[in-house]
């Protein structure tokens, strides 16, 4: 149970730390090279959130094994934990959309900024471009998801001060 809690509290400071870069320092600072510093947060963010609702799950014997590749783990999410905790498909279109856009960033050989984009080419030219406003959506539904997983701690926290209350009123 140790681990799942310590994978929320990542989960949630990488969240905050992108938040925080979004809402307060770019709008200060207004350099574009801050928007894949955000995405990345954003990355990470989603993939402790993801593992924490896998390891729950296998935690409670609710699925057999708990796979250690992304595109696996996402798969298992996409297939389980999004009937389970009542969540929008559209999450694992942005786990995806934030996947693709770090690996794109990983083999690029020339990154720029372009009036209010930040701008990736790949080797062949193929351009993607990260805006403010599309690092904000990422945020917010991030957000969404983070607050499903908060809530579960929340139950689990819940329902281990309660079994803990009755054993000491015995």
Not at 31 to 57: Q, R
Request: charged share 30%.
């Amino acid at each position: 149970m140790e681990h799942f809690i310590d994978l929320v509290k990542e989960a949630n400071r990488y969240f905050e730390t992108a938040d925080h870069l979004a809402y307060v320092t770019f709008p200060v600072v207004n350099d574009k090279k801050i928007l894949m510093l955000i995405v990345e947060h954003v990355h990470k963010a989603l993939v402790k959130g993801v593992e924490a609702f896998l390891y729950y799950d296998s935690l409670y014997k609710r699925i057999s094994n708990m796979p250690s590749n992304l595109n696996n783990q996402i798969s298992l999410f996409k297939n389980y934990t999004l009937r389970r905790y009542n969540l929008s498909s559209e999450m694992v279109l942005l786990i995806k959309e934030v996947d693709d856009l770090i690996k794109h960033r990983e083999t690029s050989p020339v990154e720029f900024t372009r009036r209010e984009s930040y701008i990736i080419s790949s080797n062949n030219y193929r351009l993607k471009s990260v805006s403010i406003e599309k690092v904000k959506k990422f945020v917010t539904l991030t957000k969404d998801l983070l607050g499903k997983l908060n809530e579960v701690l929340e139950r689990e926290n819940d329902r281990r001060f309660s079994w803990y209350c009755k054993g000491r009123a015995q």
